[in-house]
């Protein structure tokens, strides 16, 4: 085999982390999961996010959910709703978002 050209240049590792957060509210529980890519530099950036409705602790569909507050509260409150939710958990995870959190990945990473 021919010896080849190609060099080694950089090598990166990242990782990613699901951080969940609820909120009891009055007739429903919701979930907020995060997705959180942390880069090899320890930055937290959230990617995504996914909210999810719990009725006595039981797991409830998007559509029947979205379709019974939209029906509440009016056309459109669900979408307002949940990226409220969102915001807020959002807004959460950066205030909680510690130096052993960074720490940790780094010292994984190296």
Do not use: H
């Not at 990226?83 to 994984?108: F, H």
């Amino acid at each position: 085999m021919a010896k080849s050209k190609m060099k080694f240049e950089r090598e990166q590792v990242d990782a990613w982390a699901s951080v969940v957060f609820k909120k009891k509210e009055a007739l429903w529980t919701a979930e907020v999961d995060l997705r959180v890519y942390i880069n090899c530099k320890g930055e937290p950036c959230i990617e995504d996010a996914n909210v999810e409705f719990e009725i006595d602790d039981k797991v409830v569909r998007y559509s029947g959910f979205k379709e019974f507050y939209d029906k509440m509260f009016g056309e459109g409150e669900y979408n307002k709703y949940t990226s409220d939710l969102v915001d807020e958990a959002e807004v959460l995870y950066k205030a909680q978002s510690t130096e052993y959190q960074i720490n940790s990945v780094k010292k994984i990473q190296s």
